[in-house]
């Protein structure tokens, strides 16, 4: 009987440390849902405290490593990653031409990665920052990054794109913009990746 009790007890302990190493350490994969998308991903991709915890969201946001997009500061630069869902707001593939457009000078400027740099007019609402646009017209991708010659180190790119029912907002040092291409084809990847769905074991 003693026998049996100390076994017993010893399970309890044992389960107990378990539980408290598993709440430490966190699940293996964090399972989300925004605008009707499942997400599954790594808890080092979570950049705030709603997306490490998952469940129904309004927003995830998460951290990567460019090129290889994996969780974390581990690459060559951090892109920052903000999901939202797209519900009616403009398409941000029109945002050059239909947002941007009026408040830009006429002349044209070689960007980096074969870009078009183009300027904003002064005391316009972007006057401290530049527009770079893929040719011809930054329908394939455009990013707005502070002026390459007053921008202070750490400030970042913004570019946006939408991936089916949500809107996706990338920050990132503007030295990847010689990379634009890669970058905008990690991002994607990257969410394809956490919403592909495990494929059923046979049997």
Do not use: N
């Amino acid at each position: 009987m003693k026998y049996a009790l100390a076994v017993l007890l010893l399970a309890l302990v044992a389960g107990a440390a378990l539980a408290v190493l598993t709440r430490r350490e966190g699940p293996d994969v964090i399972h989300a849902e925004l605008a009707g998308l499942s997400f599954a991903y790594q808890p080092a991709y979570a950049r705030d405290d709603a997306t490490a915890a998952g469940g129904l969201a309004d927003r995830l946001a998460f951290l990567a490593s460019f090129p290889g997009f994996v969780a974390g500061r581990g690459g060559v630069a951090p892109v920052k990653l903000t999901l939202t869902p797209s519900e009616e707001s403009l398409d941000p593939q029109e945002r050059p031409s239909k947002l941007y457009g009026r408040f830009l000078t006429s002349e044209t400027l070689e960007g980096p990665g074969g870009l078009v740099l183009r300027r904003f007019e002064a005391e316009s609402p972007y006057e401290s920052e530049e527009l770079l646009l893929s040719p011809p017209d930054g329908r394939a991708f455009f990013a707005r990054c502070p002026k390459a010659q007053t921008g202070v180190p750490g400030e970042e790119c913004l570019s946006l794109f939408r991936d089916g029912v949500i809107d996706v907002e990338l920050r990132y040092p503007r030295e990847l913009l010689e990379h634009w291409d890669a970058l905008f084809d990690g991002a994607r990847d990257l969410l394809a990746r956490m919403r592909r769905r495990p494929a059923r074991a046979a049997g």
